[in-house]
């Protein structure tokens, strides 16, 4: 266990440039981060299995997409983009370096770390050679019974070629010896285990010798009675393999003639795209682990031993079915602001108001679009989904209002990745109930996060008698209850006339696709976000050079943009005090003479994920505070609809500037970047709370 008083070396090198950081590598690094939280004592037992669990799980996204992408680049002989100066073989070489140094990690800390600390607290995984008597013969019952009727072994040989493997999917390898029913010799054959199957068996209390939490994984059962998959046969080895596929959508927009219907074709190749790893068990013989590389058309190099599950993510269920609530994180209610627990309408008009998330429900949210429903003067809702979840409260109350009669339009990104089906079905139910559906702009992901209600009300303050009036919500996060809970986010509830029109002209853009509309308070991508921020670094050299306080703050997920980061290192030469709160993938070098000696980057990993981003000019005083949708990434500033919106009231920017220079003294949760690339883990004090822990407990009155 690490001394986390003092400062811990990153061990994932970072492959760098003059000026940047490689992309992938630096996410990689972020995964050891995620992993170094599975050792951290002071967080509850059953978290830190959690976060050895998202720590594969990122992993596995990794391979689907990155690894995918750099290896067609090998294949069709291109270059990486970026200026890292290293070519995809390179790149794919340092990658996979990278990426088995931190699967042998993870297997380590699940062995050696998570194991022992469970079985001290009487959570087993029970090997086969630690099953009592009584526990074999209900594990062959439970063999013979649930699992016998749904396997399927195939034999290999000329009529029975090597199967199809899903992506990600459980499956076997068995060497077998012995002649089947028609006199044949077959060597190998493979075993498929189907995912309605569950990979985790808990032991029942009453067989002798059980524990409160002893649990067999499926993989140990298939192993232990493989003999009878093959009758009159001998399994002589039987080990568990999976294999990750590229899981990367190819659509052509522009010739498509709808887009759902092409995104729903696509969906279902998505299982067989091409090979890019195989994690096969430690123990697996040379000679079996290459005859599956061959046939699956993979490099020794893409071979991952995985000592322990194939799926370390399938251990995420554990901690559900355990009550142990000393070994988790206490649970908390959301403070639901006392000014949004009525009129919504009403409190909106009074004053802005700012929800941040987890710490603030998200059930405003859902009543202000509930009042909409149900409010016979509100006369249209539009609104932007990328990610809301399958069965989703914002998804029902925008069905409520279409039938109640209002004009519903919702623009939902079919494109975002892995919640695609979810989001094809969502649309159908709102087209159904009769809202409007789009689905954005052609070659560009709407990632924007926006509400705009269109409500007719009798005579207010300078108004007139039957004006309409607008009310907005603009958010960092998406419209989704369950991530609420889990993502640090802000939302923006306002009736600011010029905010409202500058929403309601960029979803004219969505919707109508017309020309560009200038925007008063808005800056939007791809037009506006990145000249605007660039616009807001340069007034920050200029008060430098006239020898006024000149200061930036961003936070972000992740920091890739190469023009942003020259304009930073910009205003670094000439004097600017910068902080980034970057929580993953991060290209600019910090702290360098000449370069970047004034530019400190610091990565926040906690109890919730950091996914708000927020930018701060001190702008000479006259300070600017923007929250955004978008990341300083290409994708985000020149190839998807983002934005980004000021905080008006004094008030909220102050809390909101208070709360990043809180992430900046911050030391119990902070990973500080390094000149070579590497991540110290900042200097602490034993017992010392981190960033989220004091805000979650001043939300809490603590």
């Known amino acids: 266990m690490p001394d986390l008083s003092q400062p811990i070396a990153e061990t994932t090198p970072v492959a760098v440039a003059p000026s940047f950081f490689n992309r992938e590598l630096s996410l990689l690094a972020f995964n050891h981060r995620v992993l170094e939280q599975a050792k951290d004592e002071s967080v ?20 689907e997409i990155r690894v995918a992408s750099i290896k067609q680049m090998v294949k069709l002989g291109t270059q990486p983009p970026g200026g890292e100066n290293m070519t995809a073989v390179e790149l794919l070489g340092a990658v996979g370096s990278g990426a088995h140094a931190l699967v042998e990690e993870q297997y380590r800390v699940l062995n050696e ?36 009727p749904v396997l399927s072994p195939l034999g290999l040989d000329p ?32 075993v498929q285990a189907p995912r309605a199957l569950p990979r985790l068996i808990q032991l029942p209390r009453d067989v002798p010798g059980t524990g409160p939490y002893d649990f067999v994984f499926l993989s140990s059962v298939i192993h232990a009675y493989a003999d009878d998959l093959f009758p009159g046969m001998k399994a002589t080895g039987c080990f568990q393999f999976r294999v990750t596929r590229n899981s990367d959508l190819l659509v052509d927009e522009a010739e498509a003639d709808d887009l759902l219907e092409a995104l729903e074709d696509e969906l279902s190749q998505r299982q067989w795209g091409d090979t890019v790893r195989l994690e096969v068990a430690h123990n697996c013989p040379d000679a079996m682990a290459q005859y599956l590389a061959e046939k699956l058309e993979l490099q020794a190099s893409d071979v991952y031993q995985c000592n322990g599950p194939v799926n370390l993510m399938r251990l995420m269920a554990i901690p559900d079915l355990i009550d142990r609530p000393d070994l988790k994180y206490a649970n908390f209610t959301p403070r639901s602001p006392k000014a949004l627990s009525g009129d919504m309408f009403a409190a909106m008009r009074e004053r802005d108001q700012l929800l941040q998330h987890p710490y603030d429900s998200f059930a405003p949210v859902l009543e202000l679009l509930r009042q909409a429903a149900k409010d016979p003067n509100v006369l249209a809702i539009k609104q932007t989904l990328y990610r809301t979840g399958a069965k989703s409260a914002v998804t029902e109350a925008l069905i409520a209002a279409a039938r109640a009669g209002k004009e519903v339009t919702v623009v939902v990104e079919l494109r975002a990745r892995f919640d695609e089906l979810d989001n094809i079905s969502l649309a159908e139910a709102l087209q159904e109930a009769g809202a409007h559906v789009v689905y954005g702009v ?28 607008h009310y907005a919500h ?28 500058d929403v309601h002209s960029v979803f004219l853009q969505l919707t109508s696709l017309g020309k560009v509309s200038k925007l008063n308070r808005l800056l939007q991508s791809p037009f506006t976000l990145a000249t605007g921020m660039r616009e807001r670094i340069d007034r920050e050299i200029a008060h430098a050079a006239k020898g006024k306080k000149a200061r930036i703050v961003a936070k972000m997920n992740g920091l890739v943009e190469q023009e942003m980061i020259q304009a930073l290192y910009a ?45 701060y000019f001190h702008n000479g005083g006259d ?37 990043l220079e809180a992430y900046l003294a911050d030391t119990a949760s902070s990973w500080l970047l390094q000149q070579d690339g590497t991540y110290l883990r900042a200097p602490t004090e034993p017992g010392t709370k981190g960033v989220q822990i004091r805000i979650l407990e001043e939300s809490l009155g603590g």
């Open 44 to 63: 509850p037992l059953l978290e830190r299995l959690k976060f050895l669990c998202i720590s594969c799980s990122n992993l596995d996204e990794f391979f």
């Open 113 to 148: 770390v998570m194991i022992p600390a469970l079985e001290r607290e009487k959570i087993r995984f029970v090997r086969r050679q630690e099953w009592t008597p009584e526990q074999d013969a209900w594990l062959s019952s439970y063999f013979q019974n649930e699992l016998l």
């Open 159 to 190: 009529a029975h070629p090597f199967p199809r493997i899903l992506n990600k999917s459980l499956n076997f390898i068995v060497s077998l010896s012995g002649k089947d029913a028609f006199g044949r010799n077959i060597a190998y054959a493979v």
């Open 442 to 469: 052609v070659g560009y992901k709407t990632h924007a996060k926006m509400m705009l209600i269109v409500r007719r009300e009798d005579a207010t303050p300078g108004g007139t008698s039957g004006a309409l009036r």
């Open 474 to 501: 603009l958010g960092t996060g998406n419209y989704h209850p369950r991530t609420a809970r889990m993502y640090t986010d802000y939302g923006l509830l306002t009736a600011d006339a010029a905010i409202c029109r």
């Open 571 to 615: 205003a670094s030469q000439a004097g600017v005090s910068i902080d980034l709160i970057v929580r993953g993938m991060c290209c600019l070098r910090p702290g360098v003479p000449g370069l970047s000696e004034n530019i400190r980057v610091r990565s926040i990993i906690g109890r919730f994920l950091e996914h708000s981003r927020v930018f």
């Open 623 to 659: 300070k600017e505070l923007w929250l955004s949708s978008a990341d300083w990434m290409e994708r985000n500033l020149f190839r998807r609809v983002e934005i980004a919106f000021p905080l008006q009231d004094k008030k909220l920017r102050e809390r909101v500037i208070d709360q």
